[in-house]
């Protein structure tokens, strides 16, 4: 782990020829012959001894290579998670609007996951589960690797409670507390999520909490883990989001732009540690907007 990224690992296959900088050149192309050689230079790629390769090192079938992501420039996020809880096992982050909980595209150092790697110093440190990058509140964390399939079974099994909180438009005519079940697949446009004829693979159970004119304060119990889920069941109800920037349509804010954060919030999780027995509850103390 350098500076909280933990490193990428690729295995050599038994056939190949040419040199090492020749085998990621042409089996990791999206990153750039040059760009191999700046890291292998810097002495970001290293085999399973440890020991940093050089460009010229010829192939060897059945090595481990391990190599750090780096990017040029990365949009600073400056807003803040804070640790909620952390045992020798569990760890419970509560994470703000526009923060990724993990590496992707754009974003590395500025993730959850890394800058409580660094934070730490937890090599280990996996999410049991996910939120979007849009979505504030409550993310579960395994601390260590020996541990972790007892609490991932938590989310197999739903055998976890989760509790969101949502600010979205008042519309007397939708009876509450209602039930939306459907079929959600993604659409074409990869980072959108849409509702489709077919079995329901997908069930959020929905309750108002409060309403003010034209706005309201939802509870949303998911009952399955559907990317996008709870934002595609409220649109399917002509009930947005408060600044939902994709769903019913793309509106992406400009970069740097964090004025319209979505009004979303992982408010608590509940469940009994399968490794004590104990009954745990986490709660996020942060708040959405006002209604009005």
Known sequence: ?????????????????????????????????????????????VDEHGVAVTALRPFERGLRLYYYRSLDAEPEIAFQASVLYQ?????????????PVTPSGRYLHQTLLVRLKQQLGLPELSPLHRIDRDTAGLVLFSVQRATRGRYQGLFRDRAIAKEYE?????????????????????????????????????????????????????????????????????????????????????????????????QLLARSLAFTDPLTGESRYFESPRTLLALA
């Open 87 to 99: 045992d020798a096992h569990l760890l419970v982050a509560d994470k703000p609007h526009f923060l």
């Open 166 to 262: 949502a600010v979205a438009p008042w519309r007397a005519e939708v009876a509450f507390p209602c039930q939306r079940r459907s079929r959600i697949e993604e659409s074409a446009q990869f980072f959108r999520m849409q509702e489709v004829p077919g079995e329901a693979n997908t069930c959020t159970h929905i309750e108002v909490l409060d309403v003010a004119g034209d706005w309201a304060r939802y509870r949303l119990r998911p009952i399955t883990g559907k990317r996008h889920q709870l934002r595609v069941h409220m649109a399917a109800l002509r009930l947005p989001l408060r600044h939902d920037a994709l769903y019913p349509e793309v509106n992406d804010a400009p970069a740097g732009d964090f004025s319209r954060p979505l």
């Open 1 to 45: 782990m350098r500076n909280g990224v933990s490193a990428s690992c690729i295995v050599l296959p038994a056939t190949g020829q040419g040199s090492l900088l020749d085998f990621l050149a042409q089996r990791l192309p999206t990153v750039g012959r040059a760009q191999w050689l700046q890291r292998i230079e810097a002495g970001d790629v």
